[in-house]
């Protein structure tokens, strides 16, 4: 059986997915090969260090138990600072030169540099029917809100959607570590790691955006080796939960819960960490429904990414789930029809669009709507063409345009949403 090294190396040779596989499969029986694997691989193993050196000179050689036991001093932060200098560096001078530099330093820079992923292990270690796996990391995911109208209702948790780097915190024993949504840890941001590095913390896994006034600049600081200018970041926090039900996969704690228990740590947090306002919403009634268009309106005006919808008794989930939504910001604008038009190929004989003008919000507005319409809505409303003239309609779009010469708005991606009177003229 081949060396965990050798392995590696034998791994960098082909970048074919099968053959990767296939040594993977020759190997995989063996139990420091696995161990050395799920060290690496899993994300939530870390070692809190940063600077590990490449070996220059052989040692005598380090057996896999010696390293796994002295490495776990770093994983349980026994072993910090100098402390874990001194420690790596006697690790280093342990092993011989290609046993650290292709394996050992590998593990603890958490990158086997040979293309191999945690899925790729477990598509592995599945098909040979072993029960070993490589912990993937999973935190929530949000399905779209317009695709699924019917799961709003009731009373429901309203937030605004920052457009930022989305960043899962785990703090363990004092020490905040600060991970991608697939798992990738962010090094770049020590100011938000030495805030949320506090004993108060511990055990509990935050879950929110890195802010900045320039998001495309933030996202060339994400990933840089060196250098990284991240000053003016700043983490706004929307959800927390212990880490213990984060590892199980979901919270017991419901939305509201865990928003109190958020409000509770935040006498903890330094400038760089703010809470994510919220309100709650009941979408049952027409206040509720009227004051989530305002929420809208001014998502729109202060160029949030957009809403998101939780209803408030439902749980975090480490995966894509239903208890969060999110919904696009939309326009919705209430203008008379001038016109109607008749439409082309199969939709001929019927209403194609209707020319609608008006002002709204102080904006001229002069477009043409023809989406958002059934086959049945088209048909009626061409039979009664001539009745529609002078009546008002809601539209609902994505943004306000303006016409090249400037004289009136228009909207991007217009959909007729409905009728609002019943006479010409008339706005109910």
């Not at 074919?16 to 995989?28: G, H, P, W, Y």
């Not at 605004?160 to 899962?168: E, L």
């Not at 020490?175 to 949320?196: C, H, M, Q, V």
Request: charged share 30%; hydrophobic share 35%.
């Amino acid at each position: 059986m081949s060396e965990p090294w050798v392995i590696i190396k034998e791994l960098e040779s082909d970048n074919s997915r099968l053959f990767k596989e296939s040594i993977i499969e020759k190997n995989l029986n063996n139990i420091s090969f696995q161990e050395g694997l799920s060290m690496c691989l899993d994300p939530l193993v870390t070692f809190g260090v940063k600077q590990v050196p490449d070996s220059t000179k052989d040692g005598k050689g380090l057996k896999w138990e010696s390293f796994k036991n002295s490495v776990n001093l770093l994983i349980e932060r026994e072993k910090t600072g100098h402390a874990a200098r001194d420690l790596i560096i006697e690790l280093v001078n342990a092993s011989k030169q290609n046993e650290w530099n292709d394996w050992y330093r590998r593990i603890l820079i958490k990158d086997l540099r040979c293309g191999v992923s945690e899925k790729t292990v477990n598509n592995v270690a599945k098909k040979m029917d072993l029960e070993f796996r490589v912990p993937v990391f999973s935190c929530m995911l949000a399905h779209d809100g317009a695709k699924h109208p019917k799961k709003i209702k009731g009373d429901c948790l309203v937030e605004y959607k920052y457009d930022g780097v989305r960043v899962i915190a785990i703090v363990k024993k004092g020490k905040a570590t600060l991970y991608s949504r697939n798992g990738k840890i962010f090094n770049n941001f020590p100011k938000i790691e030495n805030a949320l590095s506090k004993q108060e913390f511990n055990n509990i896994v935050f879950d929110g955006e890195i802010m900045s006034d320039d998001f495309q600049a933030l996202m060339k600081q994400v990933y840089r080796k060196s250098g990284a200018e991240t000053d003016d970041a700043y983490l706004a926090l929307f959800d927390m939960l212990p880490l213990k039900e984060f590892n199980i996969g979901k919270s017991i704690m419901n939305s509201i819960d865990r928003k109190k228990e958020l409000a509770k740590l935040s006498k903890y947090f330094d400038n760089v960490i703010q809470l994510v306002d919220y309100e709650i919403i009941n979408f049952d009634t027409d206040d509720g429904k009227d004051q989530f268009s305002l929420m809208n309106k001014e998502a729109l005006e202060k160029g949030y990414e957009g809403l998101m919808i939780k209803p408030t008794n439902n749980f975090y989930e480490c995966k894509r789930s239903h208890a969060w939504l999110k919904i696009k910001p939309f326009i919705e604008v209430t203008l008379k029809v001038k016109d109607i038009q008749e439409g082309t190929g199969k939709h001929a004989g019927k209403l194609g669009a209707f020319q609608v003008e008006g002002i709204d919000d102080d904006k001229f507005f002069s477009l043409s709507v023809g989406s958002g319409l059934t086959d049945d809505d088209r048909e009626k409303f061409w039979a009664s063409k001539d009745n529609l003239i002078g009546r008002m309609i809601e539209i609902r779009a994505d943004a306000i345009t303006q016409s090249i010469e400037g004289e009136h708005y228009s909207l991007r991606f217009p959909r007729f949403k409905n009728f609002r009177g019943f006479e010409e003229d008339e706005k109910i």
